[in-house]
Each structure stands twice: as structure tokens, then as C-alpha cells.
């Protein structure tokens, strides 16, 4: 018996050291560490836009919310539920942006469009460093957060953060090259959930319009 107790509040002793660790990692500890323990991952999120294209807070924040799945590499659901409902879908070859009140599909390959977007840094594969100059951005709100600046000239975005809390990312700012800042802010993330072959196949919705880029 007394062997067993001293087992016990060895595995204890364990794993509360392993959730000190990662606690008191750096961002870029956390990131790396999430990204190679993570194949894939499901959660809920919210976005807003704190930045007009002048740089003052909109008068009227855009706000949206949805849910997201994704497998690495190159294969994720971004749907967008509130105000309007969206679906971004990659299946590793192909990306399909559906618009319901449309009942519109547009279709495109994902090649090097994943690269260097915010996607790429939650969808895409684990080498990151190659499309991005990654560097620690301090603390703030309680996160510890990663700066990503893309090292391609052409990508939409100057640069990313990311915010991170016990090895999970809480929260992702994208400023974009017009001066625009959204936040996107995550919760209820599930780490390797089980997901089909069948999972990221698009089903095109009966009689929507495509549009092929």
C-alpha cells in the first residue's frame, strides 16, 4: 500500500512539474512544442476587427464566430456560423470557400496560397520557419506571444502574433498590409481528435454556382 501511495504522488509530482514547465515555457517553446504534438484539432473561435484601414477602432467592431477542424498539412473546416454563415475547406489539394445566402462555391488550388497566411501557422506543415521569421513578442493579457513576419513580399499580411496559455494558442492578431488588425480568440480546443478519411471531403452543395480561380 505504501508503495503504491508513494507512486501516486510520484506521477502527481510529474505531471503538475510537466504543467509548470509548459507554463513557464516561452511562447516559442509552447508553439513548437503544440505544433509537433498536435496532427490535428478541433475548437471554437471568435474574431473581430480592432482596426480600420486608418488605423482607428471601427465604429462598428465586425464580429464573427465559428468553429474549425483541422489535419496537418493543408487540410481544415473554418466555418463561419454568426453574423452570416461561411465555409473555408481544404482538402490537402483543393481549398472551397462556400457562401450559403449565396449558395456559391469558389474553388482554387492551395499550393503556396497556405504558405504564407495565418492558416499555414495552425493547418500547415511543421516547418514553419521556412515561410516565417518567428521571435518572442512578450507578455500581455496573461499569454505569452510569438511574432511571425512572413518572409514572402507578396503575402497579405505585415505580420502575426500569437498568444499562447499552458501550450495551447488562446488568441491570433493579423495586421494586415492595408493597416488592418483583427483578434481572433480560440476556446474548447480538442488536441487529436479522431477524424475519417473522409472527414475533409467537400460535398458541393446541390445547385450552387462555382467559380474556379
Known amino acids: 500500500m505504501k508503495r503504491f501511495k508513494s507512486m501516486a504522488v510520484l506521477t502527481a509530482g510529474l505531471l503538475l512539474a510537466g504543467a509548470a514547465s509548459v507554463a513557464n515555457a516561452s511562447a516559442l517553446e509552447q508553439f513548437k512544442s503544440f505544433v509537433a504534438s498536435t496532427k490535428a484539432a478541433k475548437g471554437e473561435f471568435t474574431q473581430t476587427q480592432v482596426k480600420g484601414t486608418n488605423g ?99 503575402t497579405s499580411f505585415e505580420q502575426i502574433t500569437i498568444g499562447l496559455k499552458d501550450g495551447l494558442p488562446a488568441a491570433m492578431e493579423l495586421k494586415d498590409s492595408f493597416g488592418q488588425t483583427s483578434v481572433l480568440k480560440f476556446s474548447k480546443i480538442e488536441k487529436n481528435p479522431a477524424l475519417s478519411a473522409t472527414s475533409f471531403k467537400f460535398v458541393m452543395p446541390k445547385g450552387a454556382d462555382v467559380f474556379n480561380n
Open 56 to 154: 482607428d477602432t471601427p465604429k462598428a467592431n465586425k464580429n464573427s464566430s465559428g468553429t474549425f477542424v483541422f489535419a496537418r498539412p493543408g487540410k481544415f473546416i473554418w466555418t463561419y456560423s454568426k453574423p452570416y454563415e461561411q465555409v473555408l475547406q481544404a482538402d490537402g489539394d483543393q481549398m472551397f470557400i462556400y457562401d450559403k445566402d449565396l449558395n456559391q462555391v469558389t474553388t482554387k488550388k492551395l499550393g503556396d496560397a497556405l504558405g504564407s497566411s495565418p492558416a499555414a501557422i495552425l493547418f500547415g506543415s511543421n516547418d514553419l520557419e521556412k515561410n516565417f521569421t518567428l521571435s518572442e513578442g512578450g507578455t500581455r493579457d496573461g499569454l505569452e506571444w510569438l511574432k511571425a513576419v512572413p518572409k514572402a513580399k507578396d
